[in-house]
């Protein structure tokens, strides 16, 4: 059974960071493409960026609102996915969620249950 | 980056009934099109990929339709654990968008 497993989410201040975690299991993880998918409370779905597979050159993308402030890593030793977030804005405030990449970065196969990260003074 | 309009935004409708949503692109996607279901407090569940393949696990009365920039996600008969919000989402170029949504509420 596939898991993916957020942790790391919480209360920050604007201008800090915080680092997220997704602990996978259940699959090939080191086959994979994971992206981090957010959605604002009340809002919809949009996607933060994205990893590739070490094979595939484990590039990233990032959506543009992200890109330059966050970071997304990867561990294949340990399953692990990360998403580190630098200089966070209040509109950064979301429930940040794990997927897997549905082969060559279609869909979104399997998410996480969402970790809640707050923007706040 | 490309739009994904969806109508309607919400839309009450009766255990039984057949619904119907829609998915408009900015511009053509091909087959590039998935849907997915969200409950409240829940992760998105993927229904359909590539405009109209069933996810494994996912009851037939859902069906997708469409190509281009025109697609349709509906439900034969509304069950009661299908009141949920419904999102589209495209992968035809990147960043991946998603519509803003279209929640089914019971009437």
């Known amino acids: 059974e596939v898991q993916l497993v957020e942790s790391g989410g919480g209360l920050v201040k604007p201008g800090g960071s915080l680092r997220l975690s997704c602990a996978a299991s259940?699959?090939?993880?080191?086959?994979?493409?994971m992206s981090w998918v957010r959605q604002a409370p009340g809002k919809g779905l949009e996607w933060v960026g994205r990893?590739?597979?070490?094979?595939?050159?484990?590039?990233?993308d990032y959506a543009a609102p992200v890109k330059d402030r966050f970071i997304i890593s990867r561990d294949d030793s340990k399953t692990t996915l990360f998403l580190q977030m630098n200089s966070l804005k209040t509109e950064d405030t979301a429930v940040y969620y794990c997927?897997?990449?549905?082969?060559?970065?279609?869909?979104?196969?399997?998410w996480g249950q969402g970790t809640l990260v707050t923007v706040s003074s | 980056d490309i739009q994904m309009t969806q109508s309607p935004s919400s839309l009450s409708a009766s255990v039984g009934d057949r619904v119907t949503i829609t998915c408009r692109a900015s511009?053509?996607?091909?087959?590039?099109l998935h849907w997915y279901q969200q409950k409240p407090g829940k992760a998105p569940k993927l229904l359909i990929y590539?405009?109209?393949s069933l996810q494994s696990g996912v009851p037939s009365r859902f069906s997708g339709s469409g190509s281009g920039t025109d697609f349709t996600l509906t439900i034969t008969s509304l069950q009661p654990e299908d009141f949920a919000t419904y999102y589209c989402?495209?992968?035809?170029?990147?960043?991946?968008?998603f519509g803003g949504g279209t929640k089914v509420e019971i009437k």
């Open positions: 997927t897997t990449d549905c082969s060559g970065g279609s869909c979104f196969g399997y």
């Open positions: 259940g699959f090939t993880f080191s086959i994979a493409w």
């Open positions: 990893i590739k597979t070490k094979t595939d050159g484990g590039t990233t």
């Open positions: 511009q053509t996607i091909s087959s590039h």
């Open positions: 590539a405009a109209s």
């Open positions: 989402q495209q992968s035809y170029s990147t960043p991946p968008t």
